[in-house]
């Protein structure tokens, strides 16, 4: 990629749609393979999408993502209007679920949405307000630093 590509993808996110569940995580996948990125670094952002996308079925209703990919880096915003996060910290502790047990049946919602997110991208910030809605961006670098280590 030129140090001028710019990728800018949006995506509408269904509440309770389990079945359209991941196809934002799979078109930018698609995007970032026709790029040509590493598949260590297309996976990394097939992962963050999917508990993304996952997160807002679950437990928002739904929302916006969007996703801005150039030479240097992808950048992940997740936007919902829910009942947002009571307890961010205790939110990002792995196997902590406020999942109803119905979606835990369908085999979701076992608390790694979350640390998930953090693991593999290289910095994720999150602001939410109970009643209002969570955003969540995140970043994945692509250009390694001066020492070959992804920054």
Known sequence: MSEQTRISLEFDVE??????????SEAVKGNLKMLGL???IIRRAAIVMYEGEINMVIHAKGGKAYVDI???????TLKDEGPGIENIELAMQE?????????RALGFGA?????NMKK??????????VGKGTTVRMKINIQPDSEGQQQ
Do not use: H, Q, R, W
């Open 15 to 24: 509440g309770d749609n389990f079945v359209s569940a991941g196809k934002a």
């Open 38 to 40: 590493p598949p260590t």
């Open 70 to 76: 150039t030479d240097k880096d992808i950048s992940i």
């Open 95 to 103: 196997g902590y679920s406020t999942a109803p047990d119905a979606i």
């Open 111 to 115: 608390g790694m949405g979350l640390p």
């Open 120 to 129: 593999y991208s290289d910095n994720m910030e999150i602001e939410s307000e």
